[in-house]
Antibody, heavy 116, light 107 residues
Framework: QVHLVESGGGVVQPGRSLRLSCAAS????????IHWVRQAPGKGLEWVSVISYDGNIEEYAHSVKGRFTISRDNSKNTVYLQMNSLRGEDTAVYYC?????????WGQGTLVIVSS | DIQMTQSPSSLSASVGDRVTITCRTGQGIGRDVAWYQQKPGQAPKRLFYAASTLQNGVPSRFSGSGSGTEFTLTISSLQPEDFATYYCLEYYSYPYTFGQGTNLEIK
């Protein structure tokens, strides 16, 4: 069974960058896209980004387009989310999840706090 | 972009009750809806995809229905472990959109 683990979260100042990783305990390149979803403290879920199994297709939420970049290294079974120009409203738990349409399973999440 | 309007935002019910949560969209999206359950401190878990296809391991007291612009999640007889927050997700087109969530509480 696929097990996803996010890492790379932490406290970062506004305007700075952070890179999140999503590592799979199984071959993620087996025809599955990987999504990032975030949840601000006490708030609902927000879809952030997706990358296709081969990395050829990327999509982003309007709120992060131009600041966030998703990528993957199938040889390492890992997907990355490069987050630049971070803002306070990017503070959230970031989850990765596997799926070509809807997605499941999800990782446990990594917390990003953007604060000076 | 597709907007998902989920209702109610909160719901108070008792063990054994039947409850229904609804999501509506402004345009037809076929059956491209999933439902998720999230408990405090945990990642969401998928209950349904394609509007009504039950995820493996999900109890049969859960049911999903709908197509086009209106979708429902029904729990036929609430159990203590069902008290959680529920979200719908449309995956008809990018950017995907979640509903605002329904917080199901014990009465």
């Amino acid at each position: 069974q696929v097990h996803l683990v996010e890492s790379g979260g932490g406290v970062v100042q506004p305007g700075r960058s952070l890179r999140l990783s999503c590592a799979a305990s199984y071959f993620i390149s087996t025809n599955f896209a990987i999504h990032w979803v975030r949840q601000a403290p006490g708030k609902g879920l927000e879809w952030v980004s997706v990358i296709s199994y081969d990395g050829n297709i990327e999509e982003y939420a309007h709120s992060v387009k131009g600041r966030f970049t998703i990528s993957r290294d199938n040889s390492k079974n890992t997907v990355y989310l490069q987050m630049n120009s971070l803002r306070g409203e990017d503070t959230a738990v970031y989850y990765c999840a596997r799926g070509n349409r809807s997605f499941d399973p999800w990782g446990q999440g990594t917390l990003v706090i953007v604060s000076s | 972009d597709i907007q998902m309007t989920q209702s109610p935002s909160s719901l108070s019910a008792s063990v054994g009750d039947r409850v229904t949560i609804t999501c509506r969209t402004g345009q037809g999206i076929g059956r491209d809806v999933a439902w998720y359950q999230q408990k405090p401190g945990q990642a969401p878990k998928r209950l349904f995809y394609a509007a009504s296809t039950l995820q493996n391991g999900v109890p049969s007291r859960f049911s999903g229905s709908g197509s086009g612009t209106e979708f429902t999640l029904t729990i036929s007889s609430l159990q203590p472990e069902d008290f959680a927050t529920y979200y719908c997700l449309e995956y008809y087109s990018y950017p995907y959109t979640f509903g605002q969530g329904t917080n199901l509480e014990i009465k």
